[in-house]
């Protein structure tokens, strides 16, 4: 089961399980991790499973900024809208980072492009 990690240096302090998307992320009660962080919004991000358009047998973890104040960065590049996440990435929010872990994840990027040629 993927799950998200909030890290503080380097060190896993909490897990969410991504078993029930979405999972909506920000500085409000009524978000799954709620974040008092003054560069938090109240509804900051989204994470949520959806199907490979490409290969249905396998599921994208996707990352959604909701129009942030502050925005929202992957890897240390600010997002716009939707990404996909992988296994490994780092998402920060606020002062706040999380590390997506899914071992069971397959990176299909690089079928897809031999597919297409």
Same mark, same amino acid.
């Given at each position: 089961m993927a799950?998200?990690?909030?890290?503080?240096?380097?060190v896993?302090?909490?897990?969410?399980?991504?078993?029930?998307?979405?999972l909506?992320i920000?500085?409000?009660?009524?978000?799954?991790?709620? /974040?008092?962080d003054?560069a938090?919004?109240?509804r900051h991000? #989204? $994470?949520s =499973?959806r199907?490979?358009?490409?290969?249905?047998?396998y599921?994208?973890?996707?990352?959604e900024d909701?129009?942030?104040t502050?925005?929202t960065?992957?890897n240390?590049?600010k /997002?716009k809208g939707k990404?996909?996440?992988?296994?490994?990435? #780092? $998402?920060? =929010?606020?002062?706040n980072?999380?590390?997506?872990?899914d071992?069971?994840?397959?990176?299909?990027?690089s079928?897809?492009?031999m597919?297409?040629?």
């Amino acid at each position: 089961m993927a799950q998200l990690a909030q890290l503080i240096d380097d060190v896993v302090v909490n897990k969410f399980d991504l078993d029930k998307t979405p999972l909506t992320i920000g500085r409000h009660a009524d978000n799954r991790v709620q /974040i008092d962080d003054g560069a938090v919004s109240g509804r900051h991000a #989204v $994470v949520s =499973i959806r199907k490979n358009p490409d290969f249905p047998e396998y599921q994208e973890i996707v990352l959604e900024d909701l129009g942030s104040t502050n925005g929202t960065r992957v890897n240390g590049e600010k /997002i716009k809208g939707k990404v996909i996440l992988n296994h490994g990435d #780092v $998402v920060k =929010i606020g002062w706040n980072e999380f590390k997506l872990i899914d071992s069971k994840q397959k990176n299909l990027a690089s079928t897809v492009h031999m597919l297409q040629d």
